[in-house]
């Protein structure tokens, strides 16, 4: 039937699911709700290597609930509480109970991104409709009607698994308190007890590892952290330790480091050195001067390096350079830690193994990238913009500038008829 928060009229003329359609629709939702998984309630996972978790539909239930219950306070809150007392006790009797109330606060109880409570609501609205209208005087608390009894979803508090079956510790302390049941209140989970540090156990009634028992009784423990390196002790003294964590050994009931070092326990390669530590130790590197080395340092090799000599008690670079060891003509020796290398001598460079002289480019002059027809467009403009700024002076009457400009008009006119003359001789010449 249609959901009765989508449309409040058709669910008027509609009619109401009566006792004899609870019992059918309560076994066709447990034959759903028992399919293997909670797939009915997920969307399909992501192609991804680790999916995100989704949550149990025993919590998308409670909540659910929960903001179902938020919902019948808001609408009590909301309608009434205006002052007239009288008035209000007869109104709420008949909106307390009623079709619309119902329907104001399914509208609101899921959230629009929280798919989950949408796909559960579809589910399980006609068992909430009749809850509603038919089961509150006989089971007020809707959670244990719905999630637990009708729909199967959950478990009483301190319960998991299909049957409901106690946690380790007991319903009423499950995991002795100290510790949370995995999948308390749910019907899944495998009841395994995660304790809290400092407690262990199958239902965290012990002390883990590394603390002690400072108090007992029938209903609590009380567990204190042991001396640093004490794996199980009596007390938090030093000397109480009973068993050591490793890298430790027991001695008078106090533990002492094992020396990795200098018991040969340790596993370092040719070219590194131990360094013991507490409860372990450290492999680190020779210095470069050394094949292989007892400790930190060029001092401490057990033998030198290629490219190093002993003096004394350490491994010193050798100055291959102080010896003809670049013949190359131009090339000078450069000693490196270790080593040397030959490079060219100032002013020259290596090509192909050789120190040849570098050849330093002339300067470019700013008009030698220009062809000769460029040039000879770039004079006449120049010529051009001289002569059309003394034309501007001379048309002031100033006879000196006059002057200039008739000889500079003479000029290039000169100039252009002898340059014209040359190019019509040239080509009779070569037209010869």
Known sequence: MPSIYRSLAWEKMAPRPGRDLVPPLLWSLSVFLSLPGPVWLQPSPPPQASPPTEPHPCHTCRGLVDSFNKGLERTIRDNFGGGNTAWEEEKLSKYKDSETRLVEVLESVCSKSDFECHRLLELSEELVESWWFHKQQEAPDLFQWLCSDSLKLCCPSGT????????????????????????????????????????????????????????????????????GPCARCSGPEESNCLQCKKGWVLHHLKCVDIDECGTERASCGADQFCVNTEGSYECRDCAKACLGCMGAGPGRCKKCSPGYQQVGSKCLDVDECETEVCPGENEQCENIEGSYRCVCTQGYKQIEGVCVKEQIPESAGFFSEMTEDELVVLQQMFFGVIICALATLAAKGDLVFTAIFIGAVAAMTGYWLSERSDRVLEGFIKGR
Do not use: M
């Not at 239902?203 to 952290?225: K, T």
């Open 160 to 227: 998991f698994g299909p049957s409901c079956i106690p946690c380790p510790g007991g319903a009423e302390r499950p995991c002795g308190g100290y510790g949370k049941c995995e999948g308390e209140g749910t019907r899944g989970g495998s009841g395994h007890c995660d304790c809290q540090a400092g407690y262990g156990g199958e239902a965290c009634g012990q002390c883990g590892l590394g603390y002690f028992e400072a108090e007992r009784n029938a209903s609590h423990l009380v567990c204190s952290a042991c001396f």
